[in-house]
């Protein structure tokens, strides 16, 4: 007796499609799937890396020769920490490899070479206010005598400010600039800063040229007389001092004349006496 003939069904148009899209709406989740995990990965990848103070200190040893001559220093610090100024940053991207590592500051002062480095490790410099406020008095500094005659002080914050200006340091240079303001002198030492400001500064750098211009506007009555040797001197050599000072003088004095309504005053000319020829 033969064996029945195997029966193979065939399926149908609507069971084809439906398996088609049944195994695509699996390849679909398993792609999502995919997708999601990639994603975290991405998200994962742009977290940053803490940067630690061991990090820095990890980093290489940096030379600054400091000085000329006898007055030449040599200080030491961390690379890590001198690439927070984009000046030393472009300094220390010029190294050879293998070769030393050393960044010469020979016209630069020690003392304030030594306060641009300890704001970038520390974030202050001696001497450091108070306390955080912006207007904070400043700590004793026993180093500077009293009264101080010869503007220590005001000197020492002076040349932080345009060592910060030249290692593009802004923060350190509103700093320096706020200790200026919370520093206490005499007329001579008051002529002393204003020296070396109207030497060392720009003459667009009204961040520090039109305060000192305009104390000695304020009180030039009176310290004129205390140091009046001093400022002749310092008119002499900077003209453009005296004429600050004398504009800002003869602007309070014009506004002194006029006329509460606001409305200015117009000097009429004087006339020059004709002289008789007959």
Known sequence: MADPEAQIETPT??????????GGDEADAGAG?????????????????????LDYLKSPIVELVVG???????LSAHQGMLVKSPWFAEQCA??????PRRIELASEDLTAVGSVLEYLYNGEYFPK???????????????????????VALLRHAR?????????????????????????????????????VYKETSRE?????????????????VLRHEAEDEFRSMCLEFPQFGFDVLSLVLDAREKQKEPSSGTPVVHAGRKRARVSQG
């Open 13 to 22: 148009e609507e069971e084809v499609a439906e398996d088609v899209e049944m």
């Open 33 to 53: 799937e995919g997708d999601e995990a990639t994603m975290l990965a991405d998200i994962e990848q742009d977290v940053p890396e803490m940067t630690t103070f």
């Open 68 to 74: 000329t001559g006898d007055n030449e220093a040599i």
């Open 94 to 99: 010029q190294f050879n490899s293998g070769g």
């Open 129 to 151: 206010r108070v306390n955080a406020a912006k207007d904070s008095a400043l700590e004793n500094d026993p180093t500077v005598s009293s009264p101080d005659n010869e503007g």
């Open 160 to 196: 932080v400010y345009t060592l910060a200006s030249k290692f593009s340091l802004p923060q350190l240079k509103s700093l320096a600039h706020a200790k200026i303001h919370r520093t206490e002198s005499t007329a001579r030492g008051e002529i002393a800063y204003a020296r070396f």
């Open 205 to 221: 750098d009204n961040t520090i040229r039109k305060p000192v211009a305009a104390f000695w506007a304020m009180r030039s009555h």
